[in-house]
């Protein structure tokens, strides 16, 4: 996808406010466009529609982008506006980076790339996006007031990582402040997780719709364009969104219609993901946005036949590379077991060979008496030397 030229940093909300409210597109400016026809594939029939992408990033203070927490792709015609919600731990290739979640997409080559992989999944063209931060968000629901929305559910939850005191939020309608709201869209401590966040994003967003449909919320978007060129970025020009205010202000009636898009839960290497049927996400958004119509079976269950290959975690891998799609790893084929009468398991008589009979064991040799210790020699007696000559006896007197 080619990157936009004229690329403008504008408010996010204020898109959600003007489309989510019923500011429908003025007609001179946008449905004489041939960008904004659309041909039903089935019928051949032609609309007059347009898909934008809405994106909220959890990029914090110092950083360009972060991963996208929000994504939800919204399209306006001239009788309704339909939204679709992509929950971001939606498993899909990334060129270059192997199978990730959806959200990393936005972190390698920002949200141009992350539209790409949204209209190949859905079947859709999107035409356009648009991309919040955190603070932004905040700065912006506090600008137009506050929402009001209806809590199914006491829960407890932190706006931003490192906060040290949860928000407490009680069943029933309650006005919301920039960072009140945040906590509400970003709680997933259920057990659908992600899930249960998208249906909190869906929520705040129709209640969007129907305040932003007062002309006093209108007048106050313009004065949080200047301050928000930090934290919103989208592709539109500054007079489509010119032309978009003023005719949310005179719009009167909307209909608005909420979709997730379906799937299982799956976990490859001990990452979790949300496994996606692509033939089931394309019919999904074609019946959404052609038909109208919408599926309660959000969570399903996961193929039986479905053995993912192991993928190594390569969240962030440093170079690009061709990835080709492996195989699912082939089954061990069992052995092969044949029956036979029992008459042939006889095994045939074999010679008798005589049983080899075992070796004795060697006896220790017994150790060998210690030899006696030489006596020393006695020393020799020395030989008797020379008798002196005896005088020999004289004669007998």
């Known amino acids: 996808m080619k990157k936009p030229k004229g690329k403008v940093i504008l408010s996010l909300l204020v898109i959600f406010c003007i489309i989510l409210g019923g500011a429908w597109w003025v007609k001179d400016t946008f449905f004489n466009d041939p960008m904004t026809t659309q041909v039903d594939p089935e019928t051949g029939k032609t609309i007059k529609a347009f898909n934008v992408l809405l994106l909220g990033s959890d990029a914090r203070p110092g950083e360009k982008i972060g991963r996208t927490d929000t994504i939800i792709v919204a399209q306006v015609s ?23 979640k959806i959200n990393a997409a936005a972190v390698y080559e920002g949200p141009e790339l992350t539209a790409e992989l949204v209209s190949d999944l859905i079947g859709q063209p999107i035409d356009k996006y648009m991309l919040v ?51 509400f869209v970003r709680y997933r401590s259920e057990p659908q997780g992600d899930i249960f966040r998208v249906g909190q994003q869906l929520e705040l967003m129709k209640a969007l719709a129907e305040q932003c449909k007062q002309p006093s919320k209108l007048l106050k ?53 949300w496994g996606v049927d692509p033939e089931q996400a394309r019919q999904v958004a074609y019946d959404l946005f052609f038909n109208g119509l919408t599926t309660s079976q959000v969570v399903q269950a996961a193929p039986e036949n ?21 195989s699912p790893p082939p089954k061990k084929e069992e052995p092969t077991v044949i029956e036979v009468p029992s008459d042939e398991l006889k095994p045939e008589p074999k010679p008798t060979e005589p049983k080899p009979q075992p070796k004795p064991e060697p006896k220790p040799e017994p150790e060998p008496e210690p030899k006696p210790e030489p006596k020393p020699e006695p020393e020799p007696e020395p030989e008797p030397g020379p008798q002196p000559p005896q005088p020999e006896p004289g004669p007998k007197v």
């Open 78 to 100: 001239e009788d309704r506006i339909a939204m679709l919600s992509i929950p971001r731990d939606t498993r899909v290739q990334i060129p270059g980076h192997g199978y990730q």
């Open 133 to 183: 931060r955190w603070e932004g968000f905040m700065n912006i629901i506090d600008t137009v007031g506050g929402v009001d929305v209806n809590v199914a559910k006491s829960f407890s939850a932190y706006a931003l990582d490192g906060d040290k005191q949860k928000i407490h939020f009680q069943e029933g309608i309650q006005h919301l402040n920039g960072r009140e709201a945040l906590a």
């Open 221 to 273: 978007l313009p004065l949080i364009v200047p301050d928000l060129y930090k934290n919103v970025e989208t592709n539109m020009k500054l007079k489509e969104l010119v032309a978009l205010a003023k005719a949310g202000m005179n719009f009167k009636d909307s209909t608005v219609i909420t979709q997730t898009l379906p799937g299982y839960f799956l976990n490859i290497d001990g990452i979790s993901y």
């Open 306 to 326: 479905m053995k993912p290959e192991p993928q190594q975690n390569q969240q962030m891998a440093q170079q690009p590379r061709k990835v080709e799609k492996t």
